[in-house]
């Protein structure tokens, strides 16, 4: 129901840095539901990378805890994911999620959100 656009993916050396955004068309969304990004490379399924509440609650999966940061904007109409010292096992389509405005919990289980972008490809060269 809700529209989410992820932009600010691209190709970038190893080491390097992206910040992936993502914009939702109704305004509260990302201000008032948990939040998610997701990343699933050719072949594999997809995983939780990190979520974050509308308290500013996070949960960030081990393989990427130190390097990636998730955050909103001061106003909580953007979401972000800040990726540094980026690695060749990065390179993944990256989504943005929401979950339903009842659901309360942080998770990082894909089946767990009900709204999601269109993907936006990130891509670290060795």
């Known amino acids: 129901q809700v529209q989410l656009q992820e932009s600010g993916g691209g190709s970038v050396q190893a080491g390097g840095s992206l910040r992936l955004s993502c914009a939702a068309s109704e305004s509260t969304t990302i201000s008032s539901s948990i939040m998610g990004w997701f990343r699933q490379a050719p072949g594999k399924e997809r995983e939780g990378v990190a979520c974050?509440?509308?308290?500013?609650?996070?949960a960030i999966a081990d393989s990427v805890k130190g390097r990636f940061t998730i955050s909103r904007d001061n106003a909580k109409t953007f979401l972000y994911l800040e990726m540094n010292s980026l690695k060749p096992d990065d390179t993944a389509m990256y989504y943005c999620a929401a979950r339903g405005w009842a659901d309360l919990s942080l998770s990082l289980v894909p089946d767990d959100y009900s709204d999601w972008g269109g993907g936006t490809q990130v891509t670290v060269s060795s």
């Open positions: 974050i509440s509308s308290h500013g609650l996070t």
